[in-house]
């Protein structure tokens, strides 16, 4: 388990060129861009949704990555939360790796729901690592679409277009230096919701009456 401590900050499309050519990102060590095929899973009732907890399996180029996150607290876009990933051989949810330690005692167990696709979120993700105030941070830039598929028919969908300032070592406090350095030049705002959440608003909207 580790514990995923990032800053998440709204852009502006017309700050991309600005961003990447930023001397910061220019000095970091670029991560080149990956294409992340997600989606996300819930019981039919929501309840992992009630207990603030997402399970999503991610296709990132050959690898299936099934991945837990449960509940944590996100302040002016800084979010804090525990978070456990596993390789899988194919694209099905192993609900046993599931059930071992931070599965919330609140839920029942893992292989007694019934598991349904409820969103997905695809992205390209971009990436630089730094070194700034003694912290090392990943600089991540997220372009895609929030996708939910209406029971009536139709498709719902939300814009992704955020950066993510993940902290990899160091204190949290150099997340919001950096985000206060990089917003002397660039339009950004704290961003308290997560791409769970929002896909979460998405399928609300599809069900709802009228």
């Not at 204190?171 to 030049?185: D, I, V």
Request: net charge negative; charged share 25%; with cysteine.
């Amino acid at each position: 388990m580790a514990t995923e401590t990032e800053l998440k900050l709204q852009l502006n499309s017309a700050d991309l060129d600005r961003l990447r050519s930023h001397p910061l990102l220019k000095a970091a060590v670029a991560g080149g861009v990956k294409t992340l095929l997600n989606t996300y899973y819930d019981s039919p009732e929501l309840l992992l949704a009630q207990s603030k907890v997402a399970v999503r399996l991610r296709h990132q180029g050959n690898r299936i990555i099934q991945t837990l996150k449960t509940s944590g607290q996100s302040i002016n876009g800084l979010h804090q939360r525990g978070e456990w990933e596993w390789d899988l051989q194919q694209a099905e949810l192993d609900t046993g790796l599931l059930s071992g330690a931070g599965w919330p005692a609140s839920l029942p167990p893992a292989g007694e729901l019934d598991w349904v696709a409820v969103f997905t979120t695809d992205f390209e993700r971009e990436t630089w690592l730094l070194s700034y105030q003694g912290a090392e941070i990943e600089v991540a830039l997220d372009q895609g679409m929030i996708r939910c598929d209406c029971p009536e028919g139709g498709r719902l969908e939300d814009e992704i277009l955020e950066l993510e300032l993940e902290l990899k070592s160091g204190a949290a406090e150099a997340l919001l230096a950096l985000a206060e350095e990089l917003g002397q030049t660039l339009l950004l705002q704290p961003f308290d919701l997560s791409k769970a959440q929002r896909g979460y608003r998405l399928f609300h909207q599809c069900r709802k009456p009228g």
